[in-house]
């Protein structure tokens, strides 16, 4: 008998179904993958278990049949209180983003209490003693610590872990994750992977396991189900789905992502597959020779960064944290260097050092022979325009007030370029083009956008200054592996149409191995390995490089 069975499901927003007729099961001790890109349907399939479904989303039909002690319940037809006892108790959820889905201002440890208080009579010492013992089952380092930590104080893999003890406090039969290691580390996201699959066999958890990344989940899962518009198109074995795969759909999942023991010269998108519209003419970009990258654009000589940890009354740092140690590098005309290491490793303070985002305490950055740290706001402006920065989540980078065509237009208009506004309204019109978007999209606000449109949007943004040179940091990370495939051909096409730089920063070593030319490793704020990317893969020298080849060949 299935631990979780639904048959026959459907959605619909405002009557219109997002999910039809939808049917899966997850036996006692069984980790089943729901795979599908953003907007297939798959997150909703599980919030409809625990009735967490948006007040616009109704279940039109179907049943969500559950083991409870007293036989197979449909929980579509529990009254409120009764599912109140089953969410949290029998049932745990982890979300996909454990910073929103935490409340920030309740120390992390009486958040975990708080689901014992509800289902549980242990009293208030016995709580605390229960969530010590979760956070050393979750292998959180200094539980005492992290009790009394705020959600922003510890690390995303940390968060993430706290939110699994919430899950599995209780001792629930049934475990739904939602996408629980999306744009974490590729270390972080196999210590979250063990972690699962430690506790699915040491408690008989039933987990439904929901990713848009069949690679990744294919070794952790037992049977997997792949989504597309709102329909289960493929099921059977991970093995079976992974090694051979019927539907096109589930094919282009698989190719679509960069493959880490090869090279290839441009990745193929799910419509390939599909044949939803012809494949693009165009020929694929031409790997640069390495003796053509002999002009420096920057150079960078002992760079040092320091974060304050404690101050005194006065205001002056007590306690400081060294966040970058002496770096020094050089970044060629023309290529693309890759920055690669885990979180803290300090990647995002490097790039926002460069463009003076963050203030270093010692060193130089010469940018064409020109030292820059020295420069005031006013001198360093006119090397704003020619360095542009591409961050990691678009929506949080877009004013939702603003219409997507001003806000393209709006840098062109602080820094005077082209003689009018019609003029820049052209030129959004191309770069809209040529991001492979449309002229139409010109008045729509950015939530009328999937999140791969909104990183394209804001590349738009970043080309209508005309750049030398852009820094991505982790551009791609969140993103479905089909739009990723699509944004890394784009950035790879911009590359040769407008003689680009980039400074590439991410965690994914697959897609290092194809977009990148150089890379350089980073850990603990000291750059440990550097050098051509073939070689680097090939033969990886420092045992911090060796140790994220493992991850990332365990990963995919």
């Given at each position: 008998m299935s631990?979780?069975?639904?048959?026959?499901?459907?959605?619909?927003?405002?009557?219109?179904?997002?999910?039809?007729?939808?049917?899966?099961?997850?036996?006692?001790g069984e980790v089943h993958g729901l795979i599908g890109e953003s907007g297939s349907g798959k997150s909703l399939t599980a919030l409809s278990v625990i009735d967490l479904l948006p007040k616009n989303c109704h279940i039109d039909k179907g049943e969500i049949l559950f083991k409870r002690a007293a036989g197979q319940e449909d929980l579509l037809k529990l009254s409120r209180a009764e599912l109140l006892k089953v969410r949290g108790a029998e049932i745990g959820f982890i979300f996909q983003d454990p910073m929103t889905a935490m409340n920030p201002v309740i120390l992390c440890g009486r958040q975990v209490m708080e689901v014992l208080k509800i289902h549980t009579d242990l009293n208030a010492k016995a709580r605390k003693e229960e969530?010590?013992?979760?956070?050393?089952?979750?292998?959180?380092?200094?539980?005492?610590?992290?009790?009394?930590?705020?959600?922003?104080?510890?690390?995303?893999?940390?968060?993430?872990?706290?939110?699994?003890?919430?899950a599995v406090a209780c001792k629930p039969k049934l475990l739904l994750a939602d996408e629980p290691t999306t744009a974490l580390d590729v270390g972080v996201q196999m210590g979250i992977l063990e972690l699962l699959n430690d506790l699915r066999k040491s408690e008989a958890l039933g987990v439904l396991f929901i990713s848009h990344d069949l690679g990744l989940i294919a070794e952790f899962a037992d049977t997997i189900s792949i989504m597309y518009q709102g329909k289960i198109i493929e099921s059977g074995s991970?093995?079976?789905?992974?090694?051979?795969?019927?539907?096109?759909?589930?094919?282009?999942?698989?190719?679509?992502?960069?493959?880490?023991?090869?090279?290839?010269?441009?990745?193929?998108?799910?419509?390939?597959?599909?044949?939803?519209?012809?494949?693009?003419?165009?020929?694929?970009?031409?790997?640069?020779?390495?003796?053509?990258?002999?002009?420096?654009?920057?150079?960078?000589?002992?760079?040092?960064?320091?974060?304050?940890?404690?101050?005194?009354?006065?205001?002056?740092?007590?306690?400081?944290?060294?966040?970058?140690?002496?770096?020094?590098?050089?970044?060629?005309?023309?290529?693309?260097?890759?920055?690669?290491?885990?979180?803290?490793?300090?990647?995002?303070?490097?790039?926002?050092?460069?463009?003076?985002?963050?203030?270093?305490?010692?060193?130089?950055?010469h940018y064409k022979g020109q030292e820059i740290r020295s420069l005031g706001e006013r001198q360093f402006r006119q090397f704003r325009k020619n360095i542009q920065f591409i961050f990691q989540d678009p929506y949080s980078s877009l004013n939702p007030k603003i219409q997507i065509g001003p806000s393209i237009m709006e840098p062109a208009l602080v820094f005077g370029m082209y003689k009018s506004n019609e003029q820049r309204k052209q030129k959004v019109f191309e770069l809209l083009e040529q991001v492979g978007l449309s002229k139409s999209d010109y008045h729509k606000y950015p939530h009328e956008f999937s999140g791969?449109?909104?990183?394209?949007?804001?590349?738009?943004?970043?080309?209508?200054l005309e750049p030398e040179f852009i820094i991505c940091d982790e551009a791609v990370s969140a993103l479905d592996v089909s739009v990723q495939a699509q944004i890394l051909n784009l950035l790879k096409d911009l590359k040769n149409d407008f003689g680009l730089t980039y400074l590439f920063i991410t965690h994914d070593l697959?897609?290092?191995?194809?977009?990148?030319?150089?890379?350089?490793?980073?850990?603990?704020?000291?750059?440990?390995?550097?050098?051509?990317?073939?070689?680097?893969?090939?033969?990886?020298?420092h045992d911090y490089t060796l140790k994220l080849m493992e991850y990332a060949r365990k990963l995919g």
């Open positions: 631990l979780l069975q639904i048959r026959d499901l459907d959605l619909s927003f405002n009557n219109q179904k997002v999910v039809e007729n939808v049917n899966l099961s997850v036996k006692i969530v010590l013992a979760l956070f050393k089952k979750v292998k959180l380092p200094d539980p005492d610590k992290i009790f009394n930590a705020y959600p922003h104080e510890i690390s995303g893999g940390q968060q993430q872990r706290v939110m699994i003890a919430q991970a093995k079976q789905i992974h090694e051979n795969p019927q539907h096109p759909y589930t094919k282009g999942l698989l190719a679509c992502r960069p493959p880490i023991d090869k090279r290839l010269e441009r990745l193929p998108t799910i419509s390939n597959f599909l044949q939803e519209k012809p494949s693009s003419n165009r020929p694929d970009s031409i790997t640069e020779d390495v003796e053509k990258r002999n002009e420096v654009l920057m150079h960078i000589d002992l760079l040092s960064v320091y974060y304050p940890l404690k101050m005194n009354f006065l205001g002056k740092a007590k306690e400081e944290l060294h966040a970058l140690k002496n770096i020094g590098f050089e970044i060629f005309k023309g290529e693309s260097l890759g920055l690669v290491g885990e979180s803290g490793s300090g990647k995002s303070t490097l790039g926002r050092t460069l463009l003076k985002l963050i203030e270093a305490r010692e060193g130089t950055i791969g449109q909104r990183q394209r949007i804001v590349i738009a943004r970043a080309l209508i697959s897609v290092v191995r194809f977009f990148c030319d150089r890379v350089m490793v980073m850990n603990s704020g000291e750059i440990v390995e550097i050098g051509e990317a073939d070689d680097i893969f090939s033969n990886p020298e």
